[in-house]
Nanobody, 116 residues
Framework: QVQLVESGGGLVQAGGSLRLSCLAS????????MGWYRQAPGKQREFVAR???????NYADSLKGRFTISRDTAKNTVYLQMNSLKPEDTAVYYC??????????WGKGTLVTVSS
């Protein structure tokens, strides 16, 4: 079992940046994969990025180049750096943990609002 707590969301103007953090309740070295997903109003949850226990990142094609996932194993924290934000990036962003096949644990989410 692992608890995940997201932070770093907020209101930002288009073109700005935000860094989201996800603090895990156990060593992230023991977690095969951690990721970020998002859900915009009226839409389904969608994949944003994932990072494996070996540090290999993977991104949604539409977000490559603007979003960067990273981790700090000493702090049991995974980050999502978001640059050049657009109004369509507005969503609740969820941290997740699990395996390469499926995410099992989820945080409660943090709201990101991008104004035009």
């Amino acid at each position: 079992q692992v608890q995940l707590v997201e932070s770093g969301g907020g209101l930002v103007q288009a073109g700005g940046s935000l860094r989201l953090s996800c603090l895990a309740s156990k060593s992230i070295d023991s977690i095969n994969a951690m990721g970020w997903y998002r859900q915009a109003p009226g839409k389904q949850r969608e994949f944003v990025a994932r990072i494996t226990s070996g540090g290999i990142p993977n991104y949604a094609d539409s977000l490559k180049g603007r979003f960067t996932i990273s981790r700090d194993t000493a702090k049991n924290t995974v980050y999502l750096q978001m640059n050049s934000l657009k109004p369509e990036d507005t969503a609740v962003y969820y941290c997740s943990a699990g395996s390469l096949l499926a995410m099992i644990y989820w945080g409660k989410g943090t709201l990101v609002t991008v104004s035009s």
